[in-house]
């Protein structure tokens, strides 16, 4: 059930930190695809319910399977560090996000040069720059500090063949 209900993005669990993650940097890009990623969200819960109610609810079909045996210590002892991992994640990912900052740096550096510069500063809707939308100050949010471009140094450019 916590396993579902972590693929939901329940918060507090670690699906919620991946999505919302998601949903803020597509935000920042262009709001019509963080419209379309709300309603596979939306689409992808209904289906992991369905799904949860019909195998866990529904009957047992096959007549080999009615006196299966609930889990044993070894399954115990591989599911619970599992199950604690998703809530350490969806409570505290700041440790994860330390070690993934700087590969996304370079990656989103490559994809699109500029973005720590002076680009995202200039951004439409950022920041505050719009008195119809305003974010909320990223430092604010545990795990989620993104830094300025004076603290970081753009990727070195590659040749082109």
């Not at 693929?7 to 507090?12: A, D, I, K, V």
């Not at 399954?75 to 993934?100: D, H, N, Q, R």
């Amino acid at each position: 059930m916590i396993a579902t209900l972590s693929s939901l993005g329940l918060p507090l669990l670690n699906g919620f930190i991946g999505e919302f993650v998601i949903l803020r940097g597509t935000y920042e890009v262009n709001i019509k695809y963080v419209a379309w990623a709300v309603i596979g969200i939306i689409l992808g819960a209904a289906y992991l319910l369905w799904l949860y109610q019909r195998v866990m609810f529904g009957p047992v079909t096959n007549p080999a399977n009615e006196h299966l045996a609930d889990l044993n210590a070894r399954e115990y002892a591989t599911l619970i560090p599992l199950i604690i991992l998703c809530f350490w994640i969806g409570i505290y990912p700041k440790p994860l996000f330390s070690v993934l900052e700087r590969p996304v740096q370079q990656i989103v550096e490559q994809v699109n040069p500029g973005y720590y510069g002076a680009e995202r500063a200039s951004a439409p809707g950022l920041r505050g720059s719009s008195p119809l939308i305003q974010l909320p100050d990223a430092s604010g949010m545990p795990g989620m500090n993104m830094p300025s471009g004076a603290e970081t140094s753009p990727a070195p450019e590659t040749e082109k063949k």
